[in-house]
């Protein structure tokens, strides 16, 4: 099942976005709260989903049912939390 539908004039719901229409979704909402949208897209909400579900420690493989099949990178999305979960977390260093 997938998260974001189409919907069409008559509010029936129907097959899936497209990646670029998500993104100029994300894109349109970060400009309206003030971020720049370049530095944000689809792929955003991807790794932020990864990054979030780590740093509050489920079991990152959990994010493969979720779609993301390569573990190479997953890994990627959440090599932030790392520095998180080090000894210098949290002393200001």
Do not use: W
Not at 27 to 36: A, F, M, S, V, W
Not at 49 to 69: D, P, R, S
Not at 81 to 86: D, H, P, V
Request: a positive charge; hydrophobic letters at 35%.
């Amino acid at each position: 099942m997938h998260l974001f539908r189409r919907i069409d004039r008559h509010g029936n719901i129907t097959g899936r976005l497209t990646p670029q229409s998500v993104c100029l979704i994300v894109q349109k909402h970060c400009n309206n709260i003030g971020l720049d949208s370049k530095q944000y897209g689809a792929h955003s909400l991807r790794s932020g989903f990864c990054f979030t579900a780590a740093k509050v420690g489920k079991n990152i493989k959990l994010c493969n049912k979720q779609g993301i099949k390569k573990l190479e990178s997953l890994q990627r999305y959440i090599k932030a939390t790392l520095f998180n979960q080090s000894a210098v977390a949290g002393i200001g260093l």
